[in-house]
């Protein structure tokens, strides 16, 4: 498993390098080299959606992995709403955190969580990278928007205990992040490094609460963020900072579980240390397990790092103690998390209590009662901005397809921003003729982050003043048209309600 470099090194030393690797692989079966590498230490993998097929088929990868160790951590990055592995190809039929903080019900919240929990240990997963604790308080954050519960820190805090409570009561792991907060900034840390400028009172009033109610409700895991606070740390990101993962989660809040990366090849961290680099400071700052696979997903991603580490040992850079600090971290959750899953019988999974969520979740503005159901076959103009890396390939959405399914006779285009470039030419052939003497339904999404997107809507609305306009995703100030509905969420559950709340029937 370790390359010839390290060919002579301790095995112990070996074993305790692997062990505090999270790495994913490609495939819906696992490839030899992981098999190996679990039985040489490794301790934890991360599963994706390209390592999903069918909910049986994962069920049969998390026993061909337990076979090379029973408490092996199997890690997914199941947010439900925008960020899901289990429902990539389909889209979710749960509407996300910020539909859920609209709805404001905690125990709706908490049944949402112990589905998806329920889900994910039928799987045989027993650490779910959710929930995200962050307080969405810049409205233009490109990478965390629905991800997170809202806008205020109470309901953020109370949302994330409770689903924090839902999904442990299945029988899987929750892990609270992205730490220290990663909910006002700017920049999406898959590319750039983000600073969140606050003072420390601040931080302290706005983003550490959901964190402490996460301490507080039993969470295991905290997943640090790939941000700069320079209140705490001018010179390092949070993922790399003593002053943040030892002093203020060890320290202040108290934390004694396990600390874990996102993931590692992000452009906030490689872009300046290299993957290895990143790694390694990681460590040293007291973080004890490095998630990794979301880009890089080989045998030389793991011989790289674990080698990295070896190193760091060898230089004196990363003492024994540290890393055998992490490792037995890693053992005890394992243990922990493994235990726990055995505990729960497995629960009976709700498929509906998502689209009740998304259904509450919706929000009516404007002439509804003149507007709505509407009549006849409509045509459905949806305007599709790009995804970001966190949600992976674009996951289906939108209000067409299910509209289409309720209503025979429905047509739709979608609109990318490339295609006008050229002008109003391709929204006049794509919605406003063939939605002559027809509804016409504009769709949007986070429309205002979007300028080309808000433009557009403007322009049909000039051209069609009785447009109805479903706004999907994060909701701005109020969109005109005939009739807004805000779902509050981008998902497949979502673009259901929304259908729904269009021809006036449920179901």
């Known amino acids: 498993m370790i390359s010839s470099r390290h060919a002579q090194t301790d095995p112990e030393l070996r074993r ?10 490609v495939g819906v079966e696992a490839p030899d080299w992981l098999l190996r590498a679990i039985g040489d230490g490794l301790s934890s993998v991360v ?33 439900a709403g925008d960020v ?24 709706l919240t908490e049944a949402v969580a112990r589905d998806i929990g329920s889900e994910l240990h039928a799987a045989g997963v027993s650490l779910d990278y959710a929930p995200s604790a962050d307080v969405n308080s810049n409205p233009r954050n490109p990478v965390i928007g629905l991800r997170s519960f809202g806008t205020t820190t109470d309901l953020v805090a109370r949302h994330t205990a409770a689903w924090i409570r839902g999904l442990q009561s299945a029988g899987v792991a929750a892990c609270a992040k992205h730490f220290p907060g990663h909910g006002d900034t700017a920049v999406d840390s898959h590319h750039g490094l983000p600073s969140y400028d606050a003072d420390l009172e601040e931080i302290a009033a706005t983003a550490l609460p959901p964190f402490r109610a996460a301490l507080a409700e039993g969470v295991r895991v905290v997943m640090s963020g790939h ?28 934390f004694d579980g396990l600390v874990v990366t996102d993931g590692i090849e992000m452009g906030a961290v490689t872009d300046r240390y290299g993957i290895d680099g990143a790694t390694v400071g990681a460590i040293v700052a007291g973080v004890d397990a490095v998630c990794v696979g979301g880009e890089r ?40 998390s493994a235990a726990l899953g055995r505990s729960v019988p497995r629960q ?47 996951t289906p959405w939108g209000v067409a397809a299910p509209l289409r399914e309720r209503v025979p006779g ?12 050229g002008g109003n030419g391709v929204l006049e052939e794509l919605a406003l003729k063939p939605a002559a003497g027809r509804p016409l339904v ?17 322009t049909l609305l000039r051209a069609r003043p009785d447009t109805v306009v479903v706004e999907m995703g994060l909701p701005g100030e109020e969109t005109p048209g005939a009739v807004h509905i805000a779902t509050h969420g981008a998902t497949t559950a979502s673009g259901v309600a929304a259908a729904e709340a269009l021809i006036g029937r449920t179901g």
């Open 348 to 394: 009976e999974i709700r498929g509906d209590i998502g689209f009740q969520a998304a259904r509450r979740a919706i929000r009516l503005n404007g002439s509804v009662a003149e507007s709505l159901p509407i009549t006849g076959a409509p045509h459905v103009v949806e305007l599709v901005p790009a995804t970001n890396l966190a949600i992976g390939n674009e």
């Open 410 to 421: 429905t047509t739709f285009a979608r609109v990318h921003p490339e295609q006008l470039d």
């Open 16 to 25: 305790l390098a692997l062990s505090v690797l999270q790495p994913g692989f």
């Open 47 to 79: 599963l994706f959606s390209r390592n999903i097929a069918a909910p049986e088929q994962v069920a049969r990868l998390s026993a061909q992995l337990r076979a090379e160790n029973p408490e092996l951590i199997i890690a997914i990055d199941e947010e």
């Open 227 to 254: 941000l700069l606070v320079p209140a705490y740390d001018k010179q390092y990101p949070a993922t790399m900072s003593r002053p943040i993962i030892h002093d203020l989660l060890r320290g202040e809040l108290g």
């Open 84 to 107: 899901t592995r289990l429902e990539a190809w389909t889209g979710s039929t749960r509407p996300g955190n910020f539909a859920l903080g609209t709805v404001d019900d905690v125990e």
């Open 297 to 336: 997903a080989d045998q030389g991603t793991v011989e790289l790092l674990s080698g990295a580490l070896l190193d760091a040992l060898a230089s004196g850079e990363l003492s024994e103690e540290r890393l055998r600090d992490a490792s037995e971290r890693v053992r005890a959750f394992a243990g922990w």
């Open 442 to 458: 504009a769709v949007v999404r986070d429309a205002s982050r979007y300028e080309w997107m808000s433009s557009a809507l403007a």
